[in-house]
């Protein structure tokens, strides 16, 4: 059963005293007995990954029965690990009063829509005015959360659902569904072409050998795979509903313009501009000033980090999207 939240309606809670100290113990159970500290700290301490928990052995703020040891240290059972330490800022971002479309948020997790314009991530040439920006503006602890929490992103003009980790331990379980496949993210695009029925692109997709701020379909790729059907045909254009299974940066616009049916307004992948003969010229001026690839992240389904439930929440089309599926409904 899949607790379903409607994106229209918000459930927030106040954000909670801060998490920044964590002070933890557990004692060495018999199967411990023989192996290495670092592999039987992963066990005990599932809610942080791997590399952290090196990370806090070597700094000396992991140990077993109150001394520093090396990650290999084998233990005899019984012996107690405490972790004591004051998570640190993971970056130097700066807050910045942001409005943002929050549809879900307690104590673990934040959903939100993002709207088109809107980098996620600082980077070159966009240090500020991100959604990480915004989200340490609205949670100031977010800053000692690997990326604020970020563990999925959405390109600068695709909008709709994301999700957000506000703890370590939630970014942790949350980067672990991810790889497992077990995160649903379900898109609607417009895309170019009368695509017959739906299918799956199976082709890997890794960075383009000349242009390097692109990606293509490469033969040493990283897999990738992502399925559609169609929600509604038009003259020369479709409305379909597509799955990923994968991940990979910018996969579905890649996979869609792979297959010769580029989403509409994607001025990196569906090369120069091609209109239905025939199209009347409301329709020519909104296919022509679509101001970005006609590509909306739907639907968002996961295991909540905390409950265990598997929850889910909607987003509505954007205005923009409805109102290119009316011209094209009309013609």
Same mark, same amino acid.
């Given at each position: 059963m899949i607790e379903k939240i409607n994106s229209n309606s918000v459930d927030i809670v106040t954000n909670s005293a801060s998490n920044d100290v964590i002070d933890e113990q557990v004692e060495v159970p018999t199967t411990g007995i023989g192996r290495r500290f670092d592999q039987v700290a992963a066990e005990l301490f599932a809610d942080y990954s791997r590399s952290r928990l090196q990370q806090w052995i070597k700094q000396g703020v992991l140990q077993v029965d109150g001394h520093i040891q090396v990650p290999k240290y084998k233990l005899q059972g019984g012996e107690v690990l405490s972790l004591r330490t004051t998570l640190v800022p993971e970056g130097d971002w700066q807050a910045e009063d942001i409005p943002l479309d929050i549809v879900f948020e307690d104590e673990h997790i934040l959903v939100l829509n993002k709207s088109a314009n809107f980098v996620v991530h600082p980077a070159a040439g966009n240090y500020s005015g991100t959604v990480l920006n915004a989200l340490l503006h609205h949670c100031p602890a977010l800053i000692s959360v690997p990326r604020a929490g970020i563990v999925h992103r959405l390109d600068k003009d695709t909008t709709g659902l994301m999700v957000v980790a506000k703890t370590l331990q939630s970014h942790t379980d949350l980067v672990l569904q991810l790889q497992a496949?077990?995160?649903? /993210?379900?898109?609607?695009?417009?895309?170019?072409? =009368?695509?017959?029925?739906?299918?799956?692109? $199976?082709?890997?997709?890794? /960075? &383009?050998?000349?242009? /390097? *701020?692109? #990606?293509?379909?490469?033969? $040493?790729?990283? #897999?990738a795979r992502t399925h559609?059907?169609?929600?509604?045909?038009?003259?020369?254009?479709?409305? =379909? /509903? =597509?799955? =990923?299974? *994968?991940?990979? *940066? &910018?996969?579905?616009?890649v996979h869609m313009a792979h297959i010769r049916h580029p989403i509409v307004g994607d001025e990196t992948y569906a090369g120069r501009l091609r209109i239905q003969k025939g199209a009347s010229a409301e329709l020519q001026a909104s296919i022509s000033q679509f101001p970005r690839q006609a590509l909306h992240a739907a639907t968002l389904e996961l295991i909540h980090p905390h409950t265990g439930k598997l929850v889910g929440w909607d987003s509505d089309l954007p205005m923009d999207m409805q109102l290119l599926l009316e011209a094209l409904a009309d013609g």
């Open positions: 496949r077990t995160v649903r /993210r379900e898109y609607e695009a417009v895309v170019t072409g =009368l695509v017959i029925t739906g299918g799956t692109v $199976d082709q890997p997709v890794g /960075r &383009h050998a000349k242009q /390097r *701020t692109k #990606m293509a379909v490469i033969s $040493d790729g990283k #897999m559609y059907k169609v929600v509604q045909r038009f003259e020369g254009y479709s409305h =379909l /509903r =597509l799955k =990923l299974e *994968t991940g990979r *940066t &910018h996969q579905i616009r």
